[in-house]
């Protein structure tokens, strides 16, 4: 089992910045890659960015190319997302995600993840 803790999410201005921390916990040794996704209310949730537990490859949605930057701390066994120039269209619950099977790509798809975090609201005003 893989446990996940996210924090750092909350209220910003377009245009603003937030950090948001993803912490692991339990058989994180098991982790290939760790991914960040969001759903908005009525909406589906998508994928956001993804990074790979070794090595570090990372994968991002178009949507979010050049404002977002994914890292890791293997030490601390945390993922971080930082996200600036944030727009209104950016509000939404973001859910951090462990997927532990290996894979040759970056995994973008939620059903390839195993594990979730309970989310963090994040809501930006215009």
């Known amino acids: 089992q893989v446990q996940l803790v996210e924090s750092g999410g909350g209220l910003v201005q377009a245009g603003g910045s937030l950090r948001l921390s993803c912490a692991a916990s339990?058989?994180?040794?098991?982790?290939?890659?760790m991914g960040w996704f969001r759903q908005a209310p009525g909406k589906e949730r998508e994928f956001v960015t993804a990074?790979?537990?070794?090595?570090?490859?990372?994968s991002y949605a178009d949507s979010v190319k050049g404002r977002f930057t994914i890292s890791r701390d293997n030490a601390k066994n945390t993922v971080y997302l930082q996200m600036n120039s944030l727009k209104p269209e950016d509000t939404a619950v973001y859910y951090c995600a462990a997927d532990v099977t290996l894979a040759v790509r970056v995994p973008s798809i939620a059903n390839e993840y195993d594990y979730w975090g309970q989310g963090t609201q994040v809501t930006v005003s215009s």
């Open positions: 990074i790979r537990w070794s090595g570090g490859s990372t």
């Open positions: 339990g058989r994180t040794f098991s982790v290939y890659a």
